[in-house]
């Protein structure tokens, strides 16, 4: 008996894209007049004029995507956003159907890919269980079995004859996670909605995926964008970059490329990144600096900086960047917004363009590599998400001028002092 449990064949995903101006504030007598210009046009438009479609693109989501996993493989999919992840594991649960290739799947396959999917939310927690097992293929004597130990791992004793629209979003796939991990599914298929729970169900979860994979045999595939999640639970990776695999193989050497490819992209010490389509605001370009000058290498203690240009369609006041720094395994490290540090962050006048300047202070990092993701957007909403634009490296120094180099056994330097008294 063959140990492949999926095996994917020259999958390809295509969906068409309609490209149409809209406007991001419309008052509602534009809107009564647009109307009425509308109405008076189509009078005198012929017919073939008024059905005129707008102009339209094919982008491919995936293409050329082809591998095997075996029965009891837990796979980690990583890659930078738009790469692709999210869309093979909708058609590996045949909730999108493939435009082109092959999909051969040996088993039942539970999914837990977004807030709001795989649960009636007219219905009950308790109804919602029982209907997921059945859908699963579960008798409801099976589903029974199961019942106790799903609630309990859930944490919604409370709530359980309470309709699920009625739940938090972390409630929601707390549950969610229970069903899809006890029901007993030949493959688990998870998506990053496990960051909707909290750091303590999150650890729960990922040792409750490694029990699957490792003591039943079953087979886990989980997208994420926190490395270590990977690297400790996953034995195998596959990174996806534009829809297509770059790598297929062992987790570490996966990871390995992966931060290879950021270090790559970011040989220089200025990245100017893709502008988004439809989006009003973006980022021009990013600059590290170390006291004042561009740089990618830094010493323990040195004084670091970052410079972004932005670009906004319409005039903005309250400009919001946000960024995440991260170590080389995914975890994080620091989490800063200017929208933390009101008023300052406000303009005395509206601008389309500007620069804004993050000081990060004496660099309390040890020797290694560590990443950077940004956020762009204004006092309304976020417009523009990337992922490790930016990597880093560290050297450690004699940051006490004390003849001795700090050994690595934490990724922070903290300038503790000691007095004898």
Not at 23 to 36: K, T
Not at 208 to 221: F, H, I, Q, S, Y
Request: proline share 4%; with cysteine.
């Amino acid at each position: 008996m063959s140990d492949i449990i999926i095996k994917v064949e020259n999958l390809g995903k295509k969906y068409t894209i309609a490209h149409e101006k809209q406007e991001r504030y419309v008052a509602l007598r534009d809107v009564i007049a647009n109307s009425a210009k509308s109405f008076t046009e189509k009078l005198f438009q012929s017919k073939k004029e008024s059905f005129n479609n707008p102009e339209k693109e094919e982008f491919w989501a995936l293409k050329d995507v082809s591998f095997e996993i075996k029965r009891g493989d837990r796979v980690g999919i990583i890659g930078r956003n738009g790469a692709g992840k999210s869309t093979l594991l909708k058609v590996l649960s045949r909730i999108t159907e493939p435009t082109t290739g092959k999909i051969s799947i040996k088993g039942r396959v539970a999914s837990l890919l977004e807030v709001g999917t795989g649960f009636h939310p007219e219905l009950t927690g308790r109804e919602n269980i029982f209907l997921n097992g059945a859908i699963l293929g579960m008798s409801r004597v099976e589903i029974k079995k199961k019942f106790d130990e799903i609630v309990a791992f859930a944490e919604v004793e409370k709530f359980l004859d309470t309709p699920v629209k009625r739940y938090s979003s972390g409630m929601y796939v707390r549950l969610a996670f229970a069903v899809a991990a006890h029901l007993e599914p030949e493959i688990l298929i998870v998506d990053e909605v496990l960051a909707v729970g909290d750091a303590q169900f999150q650890k729960k979860c990922l040792g409750k995926m490694e029990d699957v994979a490792k003591n039943e045999g079953r087979t886990v595939l989980f997208v994420t964008h926190n490395m270590a999640a990977i690297h400790v639970l996953c034995n195998n990776g596959i990174f996806m970059n534009n829809g297509t695999p770059q790598f297929i193989g062992k987790v570490d050497k996966c990871l390995d490329e992966y931060f290879s490819s950021i270090e790559s992209f970011n040989q220089e010490h200025t990245i100017k990144p893709l502008k988004p389509e439809k989006s009003p605001m973006w980022i021009e370009s990013v600059t590290l600096l170390c006291n004042n000058k561009p740089n990618t290498k830094f010493l323990t203690g040195d004084l670091i900086s970052l410079k972004l240009s932005y670009c906004s369609e319409n005039l903005i006041r309250e400009p919001k960047v946000g960024l995440i720094i991260y170590t080389s395994d995914g975890n994080p490290l620091l989490n800063a917004n200017n929208h933390y540090q009101l008023p300052k962050n406000s303009l005395i006048n509206p601008v389309n363009e500007g620069v804004l300047e993050c000081n990060l202070g004496k660099v309390p990092l040890m020797e290694g590599k560590y990443f950077i993701s940004l956020w762009l957007g204004d006092s309304i909403m976020d417009y523009q998400y990337i992922e490790h634009i930016l990597s880093f490296d560290v050297v450690n120094q004699d940051v006490w001028g004390s003849g001795k180099v700090p050994q690595n056994l934490s990724p922070l330097w903290w300038p503790v002092e000691f007095y004898f008294t």
